[in-house]
């Protein structure tokens, strides 16, 4: 069988959004670029592009062609850091390069594709036997924009 890829349509800028994206992430490349030698409703031979790439371990496929669906909520690429380095890191590339911050961990890069930084331990939390602590950490989780490892933590302990 395949791997499975997810496809990112845009309608312009992909070459560009898919350079930001490996810069991004350890471990990514772009693997492949062509254009679509037919034509098709999005324009004549040459004018639709495709890129292949990976982010981390990944697959992706970026789509230039024109106007369709702009990217919503429906999908996004969850990046799992380990400290707070990394979410800040993330965080602060995709916000200085034209993004808008949301709540949660959730950021919209310029080109409109919906990101969450998240931190790794946030799953264990939310999923630990003990309930009153996972509602702790939930409910921090949710008052924030950008993460905080250490904020998540005291909440989690009953520590704030």
């Keep these: ?7 990112l349509w845009f309608e312009k800028e992909a070459r560009e959004a898919v350079e930001f994206y490996v810069s991004l992430v ?5 693997t492949r670029i062509a ?10 031979p040459d004018s639709v592009k495709i890129i292949e790439f990976t982010l981390g371990k990944q697959e992706f496929l970026a789509l230039e062609a024109g106007p369709l ?33 949301e709540q949660c961990g959730w950021i919209r890069d310029r080109w409109g594709l919906c990101w969450q ?5 946030m799953g264990d939390m939310i999923a630990h036997s003990d309930r009153v602590r996972a509602k702790r950490a939930a409910e ?3 008052g924030m924009i950008k993460p905080d490892i250490a904020e998540l933590e005291r909440a989690f302990h009953g520590q704030v």
């Design 117 to 121: 930084i998240a931190p790794r331990v």
């Design 35 to 44: 254009t679509l030698p037919a034509e098709s409703p999005s324009g004549p």
């Design 140 to 142: 921090a989780m949710l």
């Design 1 to 7: 069988m395949k791997n499975v890829v997810s496809n």
């Design 69 to 101: 669906d702009p990217f919503n909520h429906s999908f996004s690429i969850m990046i799992q850091c380990d400290t707070q380095e990394e979410i800040d890191r993330l965080w602060n590339a995709i916000l200085d390069n034209g993004g808008e911050p």
């Design 26 to 30: 350890p471990n990514s490349a772009i």
